[in-house]
C-alpha cells in the first residue's frame, strides 16, 4: 500500500506518556520528533502561527520548533506565509507558519442508511469536490461501494488531483464499526454484517483506508474544524433512519465499551412503547426518524401523501409551516422537542458536555427546534449546570459526515490522534 506521508507521526503521544510515566531513561529521537511534529501540526491546524506563538503554545523550546517547522515545510506539510495584518517594521519581514492545505488532500465516504456522498477534501477540511447519492433499500455492500468508487473517482477528476497524491480514504459507516480491524459490524438499517470495508477499498482504489463509526467520525469533524474547536467535551446527536450519536470527551473520540457504541437512539422515551427493532420497546428511534416524522406530518395533513424516499423538501415544508403559525406542525415540533429534550437530559445529566451538536434531521429542523430545546432543557437539570448548556446546530450541515469521514482519515494518516491537552492550550 502507499505509504502515509511519514510513518513517524502515527507514534502515538500515549505511547510517549506511557513510557515517560514507566520510568524510561530516555525516549528514542524518533519518537521525541514524532511528537513534536504532532504537537505542532495539530497546533497548526486551527490556523496559521508564528514561530514564536508555536513555541509559547506547545512548550517546545523555540530551537525545536525552528527545527521541527525546517522538516516541516522539507516534507511539503506546512509553508511560510505573511501574517493577515503586521505592522510596518523596520528590519526583516515577519513570517507565519502555515499548513500547506491545499498540496495534500484526503478522500472521504459517508455510507448512510439509503444515502452515499463522496469528496475531495483538503487538510483544512475545504471540500474540493464531492457528490451525494440516494441509493434504494435493500442494497447488497459491493454494489454500494462499487458505487462509491465509481463516485470518488469522478470527484478526483473534477477537483483536478492526481489520485497518487491522495494521503488516504476515511469512511464513515452507519452501524457498529470495529475501527482496529475496519470492518463494518453490523447495520441494521443496512441490513448488513462483517462487511469487511477497508479491504475492498484497498483493492479497488490501491490507498490507505481508515473506517470508523459515521457519527463518531461527525463529532471529530466538529471538534477538529467546526462548532467544538477548543472544547473537550462534545456530543453530536443523528437523527434520520436511525439515531446514533458520537462523544468527544477529554479531546478524543469516546471508544470504551464494546466498539464504543453510544446507541442512544435505544433509550427508553416511551414506556411500553413501539416495539423496536433492536428486539426492546418504546426506544427513541421508534418515535424519532425521518420515516416516522413523515408519517406524521400525513396524518395531521400537513403533507397530502408520502413524498417520495429521495425527496428532502418535506424537512423545509414543515419548518415553513411551523414558522407559519400552522397549529398542527407546531404541536408535531413540540412532540419531537419533547423526545429529543427527553434523551438529552440525560447525556447531560450523565456526561455534562460542553457542547450538544444536532445533525442530521434534527440540523434540518433546527431553525424551529433549537430555540425550543434550549428553553425546555435548562429547567429541568440541576441548576449548576443550567448555564453551562450550550445547544447549536451543526457546523457542517449535511456535509457533516463526509467533513467526519476526512477528519478521521487525516487523524490517521496526517496528524494523529488528539493530544489530550491540546484543548486546554488554545
Not at 274 to 283: A, M, T
Not at 368 to 386: A, F, H, K, N, S
Not at 395 to 412: N, P, Q
Amino acid at each position: 500500500m502507499p505509504a502515509a506521508i511519514d510513518s513517524s507521526v502515527r507514534v502515538t503521544y500515549f505511547s510517549y506518556m506511557q513510557n515517560k510515566s514507566n520510568g524510561a531513561s530516555h525516549l528514542s529521537s524518533m519518537a521525541v520528533r514524532s511528537h513534536n511534529r504532532r504537537v505542532l501540526l495539530q497546533l497548526l491546524r486551527t490556523g496559521d502561527l508564528s514561530r514564536r506563538e508555536l513555541a509559547q503554545t506547545s512548550g517546545l523550546s523555540p530551537a525545536a520548533v525552528t527545527n521541527v517547522v525546517a522538516e516541516l515545510i522539507d516534507d511539503g506539510l506546512v509553508l511560510d506565509v505573511a501574517p493577515e495584518s503586521r505592522l510596518t517594521k523596520l528590519g526583516r519581514p515577519s513570517t507565519n507558519v502555515a499548513l500547506a492545505a491545499d498540496e495534500h488532500f484526503v478522500l472521504a465516504a459517508q455510507i448512510g442508511a439509503g444515502v452515499l456522498q463522496v469528496g475531495v477534501i483538503d487538510m483544512a477540511s475545504h471540500v474540493l469536490a464531492s457528490e451525494l447519492v440516494d441509493f434504494p433499500l435493500p442494497a447488497e455492500p459491493e454494489e454500494v461501494m462499487d458505487l462509491a468508487v465509481v463516485m470518488l473517482k469522478r470527484v478526483m477528476e473534477t477537483a483536478g488531483v492526481n489520485p497518487s497524491k491522495a494521503l488516504g480514504l476515511g469512511v464513515g459507516a452507519a452501524g457498529l464499526v470495529d475501527a482496529e480491524a475496519r470492518i463494518n459490524l453490523n447495520s441494521q438499517n443496512l441490513g448488513w454484517s462483517n462487511v469487511h470495508m477497508a479491504d475492498y477499498f484497498e483493492h479497488a482504489l490501491d490507498i490507505d483506508v481508515v473506517v470508523d463509526h459515521n457519527v463518531r467520525a461527525m463529532a471529530a469533524g466538529e471538534s477538529r474544524y467546526g462548532a467544538g474547536q477548543g472544547l473537550e467535551s462534545i456530543v453530536f446527536v443523528y437523527i434520520r433512519s436511525g439515531v446514533g450519536a458520537g462523544l468527544i470527551l477529554g479531546g478524543s473520540e469516546y471508544r470504551g465499551g464494546t466498539h464504543g457504541a453510544a446507541e442512544i437512539g435505544h433509550m427508553r422515551v416511551v414506556p411500553g412503547g413501539e416495539h423496536c427493532n433492536c428486539g426492546g420497546h418504546g426506544c427513541l428511534e421508534t418515535v424519532i426518524n425521518d420515516r416516522v416524522i413523515r408519517a406524521r406530518m400525513v396524518e395531521l395533513g400537513i403533507l397530502a401523501s408520502h413524498p417520495a424516499p429521495d425527496d428532502h423538501s418535506w424537512t423545509t415544508i414543515f419548518v415553513e409551516r411551523v414558522e407559519a403559525g400552522d397549529e398542527r406542525a407546531i404541536a408535531l415540533r413540540d412532540e419531537i422537542v419533547q423526545y429529543v429534550a427527553s434523551a438529552l437530559l440525560n447525556i447531560i445529566n450523565l456526561l455534562n458536555p460542553q457542547l450538544i451538536v444536532l445533525g442530521g434531521l434534527l440540523f434540518d429542523l433546527s431553525p424551529v427546534i433549537v430555540d425550543e430545546l434550549r428553553r425546555t432543557i435548562p429547567g429541568q437539570v440541576l441548576p449548576l449546570l443550567r448555564d453551562s448548556i450550550r445547544i447549536e446546530p451543526s457546523h457542517f450541515g449535511s456535509d457533516a459526515g463526509m467533513i467526519g469521514a476526512a477528519t478521521v482519515a487525516l487523524d490517521r494518516f496526517v496528524f494523529g490522534p488528539p493530544i489530550l491537552n491540546l484543548a486546554r492550550a488554545l
